[in-house]
């Protein structure tokens, strides 16, 4: 395994083809400060740019919470007045943007608290996997703040306007049941259970074959037009290029022999 620190609280894991941002602030239930958003970005590209990683993770350090929200103790310096909660909007907007538009699987691994601005880049994510004690709620009612639009059409996408609605105009909580119901998971293993089944999960989508994967991902985000950066003709050229590859090879090498394909992203 491979450690990057990229910011104090925020750290990169690289483990075989998986790679982990770990968001580390045990002390304040993984509370997002303004610097931690901005680390982000560059921790997901450090990954997304990395031809070994075929997949990347988000997880909170210990087994309280993913993410409890954002840091509401620094609101008052970093969101004070139209003009810094603007600029504190963009930064989170680019976070979640980054990791919305990563070319790989990105997967959410909820252990606990998944709330507010956690709930949000959880759901940026491809795929989100919790534990049990999985909480999830948007209490943006309750402090009188408003999500980036972006953020609220992620959760849109996964669980529909009704749904979404709920979960903003009620501020309610859901464990994890009440969550998977909704629609927000994919899964949901055993407290106990969890370290061992998602990683097995995780190994599972990185050893699919990266450029399939790759095109996948963002062909179903260019249906719910989740990405603006991917012309009709880029995706076509994604999916010819899937065609033309080593690994498209092997698959079918693999098929013919009765045998797992062992694919590179190439």
């Known amino acids: 395994m491979s450690d990057i620190t ?3 609280k925020i750290l990169l894991e690289r483990s075989g083809p998986i790679g982990r941002i770990v968001i580390n602030n045990e002390a304040k239930r993984n509370a ?3 610097d931690m958003w901005q680390a982000i970005p560059g ?3 450090a990954l997304d740019d990395d031809a070994e990683i075929h997949v990347i993770v988000i997880i909170g350090a210990g087994d309280v919470a993913f993410i409890s929200g954002a840091d509401v103790t620094e609101f008052d ?4 007045d139209t003009a810094s909660a603007t600029r504190y909007d963009d930064i989170t907007a680019e976070c ?3 990791v ?3 070319k790989k699987p990105t997967i959410a691994l909820v252990k606990g608290f998944c709330m507010g601005a956690g709930l949000g880049l959880a759901a940026a994510c491809d795929l989100r996997l919790s534990n049990e004690s999985g909480k999830f709620g948007i209490p943006a009612g309750r402090l009188g703040v408003g999500y980036p639009t972006k953020a ?3 959760i849109v996408n996964i669980v529909g306007p009704a749904k979404a609605k709920e979960l903003y105009l009620t501020a309610k909580v859901l464990d994890a049941t009440e969550a998977d119901a909704m629609g927000l998971l994919n899964e949901i293993y055993a407290d106990e259970e969890f370290s061992e089944k998602v990683e097995k999960y995780c190994l599972n989508v990185a050893r699919l074959a990266p450029l399939s994967a790759q095109y996948h991902k963002a062909a179903i985000n260019a249906a719910f037009e989740q990405v603006d950066h991917l012309s009709m003709d880029e995706l ?3 999916a010819t290029t899937c065609l033309d590859s080593d690994d498209y090879a092997e698959g079918l090498r693999a098929f013919a022999e009765k045998r797992k394909p062992v694919f590179v992203g190439k």
Request: glycine share 0%.
């Open 6 to 8: 990229i910011h104090d």
């Open 32 to 34: 997002m400060s303004l």
């Open 43 to 45: 921790a997901v590209k």
């Open 77 to 80: 310096v970093v969101r004070k």
């Open 96 to 98: 979640y943007r980054s």
């Open 100 to 102: 919305r538009n990563a």
């Open 152 to 154: 609220i059409a992620d």
């Open 236 to 238: 076509r050229s994604m």
